[in-house]
């Protein structure tokens, strides 16, 4: 009984969540919050940017990277002697060659309206109207990534001379690098904003070291460990680091969403990779499932991880900051 009231009178003098410190005055519980929550929010977009660009490059090089494009001039004229059996003209011919080469998938040439499709952003809305004597354009999947069937050119060139076979290689290339120099980038701006966020708690522990001096010194010269005046800044800077990053993670999705919408077309499969022209057109919103499905997995895990890692910042951060001062004292 004597425990049980010793444990009442204690109650008592020092109810559950007393801030002796006064911490609540001394680490403000607005300006702390703000500053992580618009460093949670750049992390955020910074890892939002490193995704996308991961997410395209690995769109195009499933889609581009496993099409080709043939150009056939004069696509209504007579093959050559060799292909006579093929087809009737070079664009026939071409077809018909593909379509029996192993390692291709589907040929199929494209229309004078996709062509004029194609054509209107640089020659404008009189494309068709042109009179110029237009090259065959004939897309082409192939069945493995990257995968050129040997000699293709070569026995194309023989049926119709001047046929011209782009593999997207180069673009290819071109990407990947922009997709790594972004991921390089936001990797930086994450190390920057982690940089910044554990200056930002250790500032604002320091002023509260400052503010709360005298009653830390008393505390402190009755018997109060470092590890506990430690904790106790510990536990505020946890709380205000956790409450702000979980704001920002929260202002922050609809922008994400916002973006989804915008890359959907972009994203929506290895055939708009082919046939781009019929998907830049597209300006209905899409179903927010369809957008939800948009944003890669690593957001939806980095989401809830944002306040987790903002609080586990603030904690150390102030332990460090905490005990590093209380060194000093006499």
């Known amino acids: 009984m004597s425990t049980v009231g010793a444990r009442r009178r204690s109650r008592l003098l020092r109810p559950a969540g007393f801030d002796d410190l006064g911490l609540r005055r001394a680490i403000s519980d607005r300006l702390l919050p703000f500053l992580v929550a618009a460093m949670a929010f750049l992390a955020l977009l910074a890892l939002a940017a490193a995704a996308a660009?991961?997410?395209?490059?690995?769109?195009?090089?499933?889609?581009?990277?496993?099409?080709?494009?043939?150009?056939?001039?004069?696509?209504?004229?007579?093959?050559?002697?060799?292909?006579?059996?093929l087809g009737d003209t070079r664009q026939a011919a071409v077809l018909a060659t593909l379509r029996a080469t192993p390692g291709i998938a589907a040929a199929r040439a494209m229309t004078e309206d996709e062509l004029t499709d194609l054509l209107?952003?640089?020659?404008?809305?009189?494309?068709?109207?042109?009179?110029?004597?237009l090259p065959a354009v004939i897309e082409v999947r192939l069945e493995g990534e990257d995968a050129v069937p040997a000699g293709l050119a070569d026995r194309l060139a023989a049926i119709a001379p001047d046929v011209l076979v782009e593999s997207h290689g180069v673009w290819l290339t071109r990407l990947a690098a922009l997709a790594r120099s972004l991921q390089a980038c936001a990797a930086l701006m994450l190390l920057?904003?982690?940089?910044?966020?554990v200056a930002v708690v250790a500032v604002a522990t320091r002023a509260g070291l400052s503010a709360r001096r005298e009653a830390i010194g008393i505390v402190h010269g009755l018997g109060a460990t470092d590890r506990y005046i430690a904790g106790r800044f510990a536990t505020r800077a946890t709380l205000l680091a956790g409450l702000g990053g979980l704001a920002?993670?929260?202002?922050?999705?609809?922008?994400?969403?916002?973006?989804?919408?915008?890359?959907?077309?972009?994203t929506a499969g290895a055939t708009a990779a082919v046939t781009p022209a019929a998907n830049l057109g597209a300006a209905a919103p899409l179903p927010l499932a369809e957008v939800l499905a948009v944003l890669p997995p690593s957001l939806w895990i980095a989401l809830p991880l944002l306040p987790l890692t903002a609080a586990g910042i603030g904690w150390i951060t102030a332990q460090v900051t905490v005990r590093r001062w209380l060194l000093r004292l006499p």
């Open 192 to 197: 920057v904003v982690v940089a910044v966020a």
């Open 53 to 85: 660009a991961a997410g395209l490059a690995q769109q195009w090089r499933q889609g581009a990277g496993a099409t080709l494009t043939v150009q056939v001039p004069r696509p209504l004229a007579k093959p050559t002697d060799a292909a006579d059996a």
């Open 248 to 266: 920002g993670g929260v202002a922050g999705l609809p922008l994400l969403l916002g973006l989804a919408q915008l890359a959907a077309p972009f």
């Open 120 to 133: 209107r952003p640089w020659l404008g809305a009189g494309a068709a109207k042109l009179s110029l004597p």
